[in-house]
């Protein structure tokens, strides 16, 4: 029997004096959910600029550009880090890196991780970001990729459509994502710190998150 057999089967037995009709809402009626969705009532201009603070607390870099500024602008972050390779997934926007000069790694399964620690930078979008939290939410969508090339590189540049992907709160975020898609949660850089509170970056994702909040797009919604 296997691990989620094993925990199917539990709750299997913890609904077992349910009626069937009630089992579907049975967790719902249980559990309130008069909480607050967001905290204050700010405009489309205020929560972008909340994001932006937010995410430069966690130590991110933080830029802003219009769409027709972008190329320029991550042609000169990757210049900045001399990044000579740069990993993108297959379904970002190809002129977002015509500008860079970089040779161009493609998305595969078959990397290891070796192969994706040679690698330079990653540029990425994302799913959605939450002002409230200064978090980008990826779920491997087509201009995201799979979740290790976030992981194993040291730099990695993440491009937020504004307004479009921007929300207040982690319940607004929930709304848009599909659960069943493999989510990443980044709130900054990977960090660490030990008992003395020692701070240590790059440990288990990049050392250097960059987000890009780019005004004047709109990404289409996946049916």
């Known amino acids: 029997m296997s691990s989620r057999d094993q925990i199917l089967g539990r709750v299997r037995r913890a609904l077992a004096d349910v009626p069937d009709d009630k089992k579907t809402y049975a967790y719902d009626r249980a559990v309130p959910r008069d909480y607050l969705r ?7 201009e205020e929560t972008t600029d909340l994001l932006a603070e937010n995410l430069a607390d966690y130590r991110a870099l933080v830029h802003r550009c219009t769409q027709e500024e972008l190329p ?4 000169r972050l990757l210049a900045e880090r001399d990044a000579r390779t740069v990993l993108a997934p297959p379904g970002l926007p190809p002129h977002w890196l015509d500008a860079t000069g970089t040779s161009r790694v493609e998305d595969r399964a078959a990397s290891t991780p070796h192969e994706l620690d040679e690698v330079d930078s990653v540029v990425t979008g994302c799913a959605v970001a939450v002002a409230e939290t200064g978090t980008i939410v990826l779920d491997g969508g087509p201009d995201q990729g799979r979740r290790r090339i976030t992981l194993v590189p040291d730099h990695h540049i993440c491009v937020v459509r504004v307004p479009d992907q921007v929300v207040s709160s982690v319940p607004q975020a929930l709304e848009r994502l599909d659960p069943r898609r493999p989510l990443t949660w980044i709130s900054g850089p990977s960090a660490t710190s030990d008992i003395e509170l ?26």
């Open 72 to 75: 320029a602008l991550l042609a």
């Open 38 to 44: 967001e905290h204050g009532d700010r405009s489309t």
């Open 198 to 223: 020692d701070r240590v970056e790059g440990v288990h994702g990049p050392r250097t998150l960059e987000v890009v909040l780019m005004s004047g797009d709109r990404k289409p919604r996946l049916a």
